[in-house]
């Protein structure tokens, strides 16, 4: 019996050849010829450019799954950019809109690789929830006492080891639409939050997101010794802590993106999967791509990077 899921990209120009490799894994590796995908690309016009070349690359990997292009609204064009994020990431603040039929989305960043099939994530039960994530690493104490000194740490009260991180999301669209906070999420867009969309999410959905596990959004910073601080901290169990380090279905590549830096954490696979497709090897120049090893993140707030 095929299984049908639903998911949404939103991207400008900048990240058109990352999505290109996010969607082509989400094909490669759904590892069930009966499972297909119907893809939502929300784009800058720029980025709506690329539709037939996207459009091909779906068709190439699997006949029956789908892929539409919708230009980007530009409610959020004032809204606030920081760390060198534009403004395209608060585009998943109207899924809601831009997809009105959807009664639930998947929600994928695009610096993802996709190492398994989303059929569990996708049947997840979100009836009575707006959102279902995964917590994130600034769940970790160090983090949060820094992240709580914020001009909006008020704000974050109660969240504290249920923070999600905003990369990888099931959303409740019918029961977003019905709940109406396009008013209140554009103007929080212009207040300044260090983390935009992701603190919106987080501090207006508060007590209706479900957590999804970990395996679903591993952010490939992490190292082994974070998994453990995971479970030590008892932000998920040390079962799913051990099964998401060696099965990760999603790996989410926060902070630095392999395509800039070949030596970023788990880099090596990103690349890998890249060189081994044809369609998806002439996108990027791995010769002149720098190869500096990483270890863990050095940022404003901490070195476990938040979104």
Avoid at 38 to 43: E, G, K, N, V
Avoid at 129 to 135: I, Y
Avoid at 145 to 151: I, S
Wanted: glycine residues 4%; contains cysteine.
């Amino acid at each position: 019996m095929n299984t049908r899921i639903e998911i949404a990209f939103c991207f400008d120009e900048k990240m058109v050849y990352p999505a290109f490799v996010a969607i082509a894994s989400l094909l490669d590796f759904k590892k069930d010829i009966n499972i297909h995908y119907d893809i939502s690309c929300i784009c800058s016009e720029m980025a709506l450019n690329y539709e037939k070349e996207i459009n091909t690359l779906v068709k190439k990997r699997d006949e029956e799954s789908t892929v539409k292009f919708y230009r980007a609204p530009e409610q959020f064009s004032g809204a606030f950019e920081v760390r060198g994020i534009t403004v395209s990431t608060y585009l998943r603040l109207l899924l809601h809109r831009v997809l009105p039929h959807n009664k639930k989305i998947i929600y994928a960043d695009v610096d993802v690789l996709f190492q398994d099939s989303l059929k569990e994530m996708w049947e997840t039960d979100i009836s009575d929830c707006l959102l279902a994530g995964v917590k994130g690493a600034n769940n970790f104490k160090d983090t949060w006492k820094n992240l709580e000194t914020q001009a909006y740490g008020s704000e974050l009260k109660g969240l504290e080891g249920k923070y999600i991180n905003a990369g990888i999301l099931l959303m409740n669209l019918e029961k977003i639409r019905m709940w109406n906070p396009d008013e209140q999420w554009l103007q929080m867009s212009c207040k300044g939050y260090h983390y935009q969309d992701q603190d919106i999410l987080n501090i207006t959905c508060k007590d209706k997101i479900k957590f999804l596990d970990i395996r679903f959004n591993i952010q490939a910073h992490l190292e082994k010794k974070d998994f453990k601080a995971y479970a030590r901290q008892n932000i998920y169990s040390e079962e799913s802590c051990n099964n998401a380090w060696k099965y990760p279905v999603i790996l989410h590549y926060t902070g630095q993106k392999p395509w800039c830096n070949r030596g970023v954490n788990r880099g090596k696979l990103w690349w890998q999967y890249v060189e081994s497709q044809e369609d998806l090897k002439v996108l990027f120049n791995k010769k002149q791509t720098p190869n500096r090893k990483t270890t863990g993140f050095v940022g404003k707030i901490n070195r476990h990077l938040p979104f």
